[in-house]
């Protein structure tokens, strides 16, 4: 019961956290933010923010945030709680937007578990459309998750096509005796 209690102070923290964050910049703007906010967060365009690591002459890291051209649905203006970072097993520090993690047994669990994908719109609406681009359906992977896992995560790595098996091949040749030039 006291760790239901922290859960949703947590979650309600977080969530003024975005929305304080959210109404002092007056719109997200992807290159406004810093690696701890950038991954997942969507810009007040509704575009998806991007985290990409350079290194400097210096040999030194330099992290940037930047706005991708990936739309999100139905979302804008978008900080990611860390609630829901951690419920779906993401990191705040991923770089790029990429449909690998969907090949990880361990994430796809999280992903789809009840605390991710019934209170994470952001993420499950990520993972649903980079799901979709490699010809799998979100739900239906979900669904996999109580049964054969394997036999899924291999139409993910086909991309939804498993290539057919060996035909027996039903036509004859023949030889025909070669004809001496004359």
């Given at each position: 019961?006291?760790?239901?209690?922290?859960?949703?102070?947590?979650?309600?923290?977080?969530?003024?956290?975005?929305v304080?964050?959210?109404?002092?910049?007056?719109?997200?703007?992807?290159?406004?933010?810093?690696?701890?906010?950038?991954?997942?967060?969507?810009?007040?365009?509704?575009?998806?923010?991007?985290?990409?690591?350079?290194?400097?002459?210096?040999?030194?890291?330099?992290?940037?945030?930047?706005?991708?051209?990936?739309?999100?649905?139905?979302?804008?203006?978008?900080?990611?709680?860390?609630?829901?970072?951690?419920?779906?097993?993401?990191?705040?520090?991923?770089?790029?937007?990429?449909?690998d993690?969907?090949?990880?047994?361990?994430?796809?669990?999280?992903?789809?578990?009840?605390?991710?994908?019934?209170?994470?719109?952001n993420?499950?609406?990520?993972?649903?459309?980079?799901?979709?681009?490699?010809?799998?359906?979100?739900?239906?992977?979900?669904?996999?998750?109580?049964?054969?896992?394997r036999?899924?995560?291999?139409?993910?790595?086909?991309?939804?096509?498993?290539?057919?098996?060996?035909?027996?091949?039903?036509?004859?040749?023949?030889?025909?005796?070669?004809?001496?030039?004359?």
């Open positions: 019961m006291a760790s239901d209690f922290a859960l949703k102070s947590r979650a309600v923290l977080a969530l003024l956290l975005a304080y964050v959210q109404a002092s910049l007056g719109g997200i703007t992807c290159e406004n933010l810093n690696k701890e906010t950038c991954a997942f967060a969507v810009a007040s365009s509704g575009k998806r923010c991007v985290l990409e690591k350079h290194e400097k002459r210096s040999e030194e890291e330099a992290y940037v945030c930047w706005t991708s051209e990936i739309k999100a649905h139905m979302v804008n203006d978008w900080v990611e709680s860390d609630h829901c970072i951690e419920a779906c097993g993401l990191d705040r520090k991923s770089l790029g937007i990429s449909s993690t969907l090949l990880e047994p361990g994430f796809t669990q999280k992903l789809c578990s009840a605390q991710c994908y019934n209170g994470c719109p993420i499950v609406d990520l993972y649903f459309n980079l799901a979709a681009g490699e010809g799998v359906f979100l739900p239906k992977l979900c669904e996999a998750q109580k049964g054969d896992v036999r899924e995560m291999a139409e993910i790595r086909s991309s939804g096509f498993v290539a057919p098996g060996p035909v027996r091949n039903s036509v004859e040749y023949t030889v025909a005796p070669a004809v001496a030039p004359s």
